[in-house]
């Protein structure tokens, strides 16, 4: 079976919790929505992992049952390149976050790496890199096959521009590339305007890290409000005064023959997820139809 990009929200749609669903009855509902992603959020999670074991593993039965694909948004209080207690405890999180996307068979854990600080941002950089060596290192002995995938983040004074998620790529064997495009937008302060815009970032990828790490990249995508800091809220993709534009996008993944894993962090998880969806199928559509003529 040919790969394909695939849609799903990040965590469980507001209208299925009102519906009363589980987690666990999740999978199936996107399925019937025409979705085939999920990104189960750990963000709150301490240094321990905070479901059991038994109720991960069966989330991953239900995944692989309804054929979705999941991924986990590990803890939001990781900072890697902070003191060296914030560091030690930022591992500990990382670590239980992993041990639980291990049980469920979730194929990445995305995180936030870390801030700058009071640290020149090279420092503060490279402590970040050698820190996720030894938690690569940590998982490895403990068997967990879980990749790990620091994520472009939105604001200024965050580890996490295009350049040092593709370095980290490089250093770090067994990564995934995650890019969150509505953060690259944002910390470039309306960065992302126009197809060349998103096309220079793929072929900056495929230079970097090759042509499959290009094609099966994992994405988070919202219209993203910001202030001179980079990144302040999430939007809907009807609210058209905030970028980017996903339609922008989707011209560049059937350019490129992508096809990444695209995770909607809008306020309308799953119904901007279809959207999404749809536009590609239209892009896709016209481009074939063009080819034929």
């Known amino acids: 079976m040919a790969e394909h990009t695939r849609f799903g929200p990040a965590g469980v749609p507001p209208m299925f919790r009102f519906m009363g669903a589980t987690t666990f009855d999740v999978p199936k509902l996107l399925r019937e929505e025409g979705l085939d992603a999920f990104e189960y959020e750990a963000v709150q999670w301490g240094q321990k992992p905070q479901i059991k ?5 069966k989330l991953g039965e239900e995944t692989k049952k309804n054929d ?27 670590i239980a976050c992993a041990t639980a996307a291990d049980w469920m068979g979730a194929y990445v854990l995305v995180f936030h790496t870390g801030f700058y600080g009071l640290f020149e941002k090279d420092f503060a950089f490279k402590t970040c890199l050698e820190t996720l060596k030894e938690v690569k290192a940590e998982m490895q002995s403990l068997g967990l096959r879980v990749k790990l995938g620091p994520e ?38 309306g960065a992302l305007k126009k197809a060349e815009d998103f096309r220079v970032i793929a072929e900056k990828v495929e230079q970097r890290l090759g042509t499959e790490a290009l094609k099966s990249m994992h994405c988070h995508f919202s219209a993203i409000e910001f202030n001179n800091q980079g990144e302040k809220e999430h939007h809907t993709l009807d609210e058209k005064r905030y970028g980017p534009d996903f339609l922008l996008l989707a011209e560049v993944i059937a350019d490129f ?22 536009t590609l199928k239209e892009v896709l559509y016209r481009k074939a139809q063009k080819v034929e003529s």
């Open 257 to 278: 023959q992508m096809h990444p894993t695209m995770i909607c962090e809008t306020p309308n998880l799953d119904v901007d997820a279809r959207k999404m969806q749809a």
């Open 152 to 189: 472009t983040m939105g604001r200024k004074f965050q580890v996490g521009s295009i350049d040092e998620i593709l370095t980290l790529n490089e250093q770090i064997e067994g990564t995934q590339l995650v890019i969150d495009w509505g953060h690259l937008h944002a910390r470039g302060l």
């Open 53 to 57: 074991r038994e109720h991960a593993q």
């Open 68 to 94: 979705v694909k999941l991924s986990m948004h590990g803890s939001y209080y990781i900072n890697l390149a902070g003191k060296k207690d914030v560091v030690e405890a930022s591992k500990r999180r990382l």
